[in-house]
């Protein structure tokens, strides 16, 4: 899940306002919420001053905070288009998550995906981006129309023209076992030996559990109640 703001006016347009104080608590899969506010019914959700609770059909339950006007909500992904999503045991698509990648610059590369940080006093769009400098990897101010980035280090402007720009990603749960993992699956880490080790995940007891696969043994290994658990059939982050 992630958070997402909808406006009232907007998808959550009121239907029923009760007007009566609610007190006590109630507990879904073991999350337990007291409320003690006044409540509105917002296509099945119970809005409070500064506090909203509600359960979807599969009783995953949803909370949100309402500084405003504007409900910032954790929602399921058919209410918040492509962001992400939060996942049920036994799904048989994948899930797709938002994120972010850096990305080497190409004259080719797709300027209308890039992070916009505004324009440059000769009216140039300027973009996020990153560049080694003295061995430090720098966020740099991109001028895509000229194809330069500059960072600053020691005290001065630096330009570079070996650079990376900060571009949208999607990310999905993926399929696998046995080892395998799919092309672009997100790297987790390395054992002291250099293996690579992949972001897995798994179900265990009914709980989502996040593993790190390792080829070389064929499985995923997932800690849980004080033990490491191999699990031959999993799925793998992979970035799109």
Not at 159 to 171: N, Q, T
Request: with cysteine; net charge negative.
């Amino acid at each position: 899940m992630i958070a997402a703001e909808i406006t009232v006016s907007g998808l959550f347009a009121p239907r029923t306002q009760t007007g009566r104080p609610v007190s006590g608590s109630h507990e879904t899969h073991g999350f337990t919420e007291s409320i003690y506010l006044s409540e509105i019914l917002i296509q099945g959700l119970r809005v409070r001053e500064s506090l909203i609770a509600g359960t979807y059909a599969d009783a995953r339950t949803t909370t949100m905070t309402t500084p405003t006007t504007t409900l910032t909500a954790l929602t399921p992904v058919d209410e918040a288009a492509d962001e992400a999503t939060f996942v049920r045991g036994g799904d048989a698509e994948p899930h797709r998550r938002r994120g972010y990648k850096w990305v080497r610059w190409s004259s080719y590369a797709d300027r209308n995906m890039m992070i916009s940080i505004g324009r440059d006093l000769d009216g140039m769009n300027l973009v996020v981006g990153r560049a080694m400098h003295q061995g430090d990897m720098l966020p740099a101010k991109v001028k895509p129309d000229h194809g330069v980035a500059y960072v600053c280090h020691g005290g001065a402007e630096h330009m570079k023209h070996d650079f990376e720009v900060l571009m949208p990603a999607h990310f999905n749960w993926i399929r696998a076992g046995h080892g395998h993992v799919p092309e672009h699956a997100v790297e987790a880490g390395r054992t002291a030996n250099g293996e690579m080790l992949y972001v897995g995940r798994t179900y265990h007891n009914g709980a989502p559990c996040i593993g790190k696969i390792q080829r070389s043994h064929g499985v995923m290994y997932i800690p849980f109640d004080g033990k490491e658990i191999p699990y031959r059939e999993y799925e793998v982050l992979v970035q799109n």
